[in-house]
């Protein structure tokens, strides 16, 4: 009777993470990448409240010039002026997305910023870590990357 009173309370606390769907594929991945979508859009129209939704309260942000912003508003605030003084066309195409643990997303892809005023698009990495909260998907952290050149490697005898 033990075993299976346990069994019960293992698929009682198994079933709420199925039905959220935080497999590969499932309907967590899909408003994950919405999420991402929408920030992009949101910063492509330079809209403030609607930037301001998708993040948690005490979000952060790594920029690619080594600009730490931290806090929601501070986020939304660095972004648009970013957006601003820079121009361009931003698109994220994400590559992966996965689930770390219940109720944590972390979206990985590339970020090019075209259409920059005689200058060549700007092709960054990006990975943004997202919780759920009550009301859907919120982004928690933004770590926008360079990429590094190739190490050389070490010449073989």
Known sequence: MRVLSTLIAAAVAVLPLL???TGSGGADEV?????VRRYVDAREGRD?????ALFTPD?????????WRRGRDEVVRGSLASSRASGGTRTITVEAVRFPAPGVAMADGRYAISGLAGEAARRMWTTM???HEADGWRIAAIRNMLPAPPVPS????
């Open 19 to 21: 039905a959220q769907g």
């Open 31 to 35: 408003a994950v990448r919405d999420v």
């Open 48 to 52: 403030a409240k609607a930037l301001e």
């Open 59 to 67: 979000a952060d942000q790594l920029t690619s010039s080594g600009e």
């Open 129 to 131: 870590l997202l919780t």
């Open 154 to 157: 070490p010449s073989r005898p």
